[in-house]
């Protein structure tokens, strides 16, 4: 009851303040006061189990933030965790030192610290923010970010946006251990590499191009199972697994737009509209030239803008999320009044084994707004090396920390040429830029704008970008456990600021992790202290 009130006290202040923004245009806006977001713990249940898990919310309940990109980005963000945080806004081009990059461009928020961030924006459509501290990725850090610009608003009747996680009951400093030690079968599953290779005539489903019908379609192949780190209990849509989904009323004929977000620790998904034919609009925020199908990927940090249509006959029309290398699904529902959903829901395990994200759909991808001419003025190698074996995980040969770095100059050209010689694929995220993706193994393209490519094995992708944002920017790849095993390394400016670059401080962050993995006795105290008068719905 008093959160309810005091959420609509701050709704109602929320509404007047941005009410007399709009009346008073863009003059004041350096003014707009600062939205609190809480970093926290929730309980949630994953198949019949109650763990607790992280947030980042505001005040009412809403998860993440979302503003008008006209009035620029104003958070004071807020660590109730006991263990340091910082988080990082995903794709964002903003000024070096609000990146939320641990010992990179801040010092991590202590417990019961807070941490201002404002800056204007230039961007709008769909972003994500995570903690970059450590592995609390894994432990759901992580929240929606929608730039909204009038742009925005006109391209659906409806839109529904649905942040997909890779979920395990394991903690994921065992995980990490489980995949540093190589101890196979441990419940930290490690699955070592060439292990499938073992079994090549699994039946896998995988993306194709209809070069007739100009479209991204499912096949299924026979073929070894790709590479995976770990191996999850559930994944997750909106934080519920496909048994229970999340259900979004539609209506017939109405067009929709999904804002997908793959939130995941380590899991590349594809996505699988079904019987509705969907067109990606938007990938990692960037418009593209519109490319029509029903089966799409979308690599760990990227995100996804799909338009469909409902048909004027109405129904039920799951939309799944396909764990690549696993049985492991998820997804929601888009229904229409008085559709029966069906009960019990959809299984949290696909038919067949989903296989792995490769260059099919990278290479049909158009920039809607690509770069101006202009010669690339220096290239940088970007090498990726490493092994499940070893676990040790490099760019150029070596392992972070380190004080390695890119150097570019202000005002440059630059492309990264990115060689994976190992045998997984790596989605590489540059920080505070947005790149163009050139050219996918020999075949130059002009190919979509973004600030995450998959890498597929063996595969060299050339991106290209300007160099107008100056500091010292993390340029990592995003399996988490990757990153912590040394695959991160800084791109810097000529003359940057470097006195937050402190790289030996980071192993300090898995010295104190969270311990929200486990069911059981944590829970239940948590939940007597801080849940047991409340809502019960709050614990879903
Ligand atoms: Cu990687």
Request: charged content about 20%; proline content about 7%; some cysteine.
């Amino acid at each position: 009851m008093k959160i309810e009130l005091i959420s609509k006290v701050v709704m109602l202040a929320a509404i007047a303040a941005v009410g007399s923004l709009r009346a008073e245009s863009n003059e004041i806006k350096s003014e707009s006061k600062p939205v609190k977001l809480f970093v926290r713990e929730v309980p949630i249940t994953v198949l019949g189990r109650t763990v607790k898990v992280t947030t980042i919310d505001q005040s009412d309940g809403v998860q993440g933030y979302s503003p008008e990109k006209s009035d620029g980005f104003h958070v004071e963000l807020v660590n109730q965790l006991p263990v340091p945080t910082s988080i990082h806004w995903h794709g964002l081009i903003l000024p070096n030192l609000m990146d939320g990059v641990p010992y990179l461009t801040q010092e991590p928020i202590p417990p019961g610290g807070s941490y201002k961030y404002d800056f204007s924006l230039t961007q709008s459509g769909t972003y994500w923010m995570h903690s970059h501290y450590g592995l609390q990725e894994q432990q759901l850090t992580s929240a929606p970010m929608i730039i909204r610009a009038p742009a925005q608003s006109k391209l659906a009747d409806a839109e529904f946006t649905v942040t997909l996680s890779d979920f395990s009951f394991t903690s994921p400093q065992d995980i990490l251990k489980g995949l540093t030690a190589n101890m196979r079968g441990m419940h930290g599953k490690s699955d070592p590499k060439g292990m499938n290779l073992s079994n090549p005539k699994n039946s896998l489903i995988v993306q194709q191009w209809d070069a007739a019908a100009k479209r991204l379609v499912s096949r299924q192949i026979n073929g070894p199972a790709p590479d995976i780190d770990v191996k999850y209990d559930a994944l997750l849509a909106n934080r519920r697994t496909l048994d229970d989904p999340e259900v979004f009323a539609v209506k017939p004929a109405q067009i929709v737009l999904l804002r997908l977000i793959a939130a995941s620790a380590a899991t590349n998904f594809f996505i699988d509209t079904g019987d509705l034919d969907a067109t990606i609009i938007a990938t990692d925020g960037e418009n593209v030239k519109p490319l029509k199908g029903n089966f799409f990927q979308l690599a760990v940090a990227q995100r996804l803008d799909l338009l469909l249509t409902i048909p004027a006959s109405g129904g039920v029309f799951p939309i799944l999320a396909l764990g690549e290398g696993s049985t492991l699904q998820t997804g929601f529902l888009l229904a229409t009044s008085g559709a029966e959903i069906p009960k019990p829901g959809l299984g949290i395990r696909a038919q067949q084994m989903i296989g792995g994200l490769d260059n099919t759909q990278e290479v049909h991808l158009e920039a809607e707004e690509p770069l101006p001419d202009k010669p690339v003025q220096r290239s940088l190698p970007s090498v990726l090396g490493g092994n499940m074996m070893s676990y040790a995980w490099t760019i150029n040969g070596a392992r972070y920390p380190n004080r390695n770095s890119l150097n570019v100059k202000e005002g440059e050209r630059v492309e990264l040429v990115n060689r994976n010689e190992t045998g997984m694929s790596h989605p590489m995220h540059l920080h505070g830029h947005v790149f163009e993706v050139t050219e996918i193994d020999g075949q130059k393209i002009t190919g979509a704008n973004r600030d995450t490519i998959l890498v597929p094995p063996k595969s060299t992708i050339k991106i290209v970008f300007d160099a107008t944002n100056p500091g010292v920017w993390a340029y990592h790849c995003h399996i988490l456990y990757h990153l912590a095993a040394g695959m991160f390394t800084v791109l810097k400016y000529e003359g940057a600021d470097t006195e937050s670059w402190q790289p030996d401080k980071t192993k300090a962050e898995l010295e104190n992790p969270l311990e929200l993995g486990s069911a059981g006795t944590i829970w239940r105290e948590m939940t007597d202290v801080v849940f047991a008068t409340e809502d019960p719905a709050m614990c879903n």
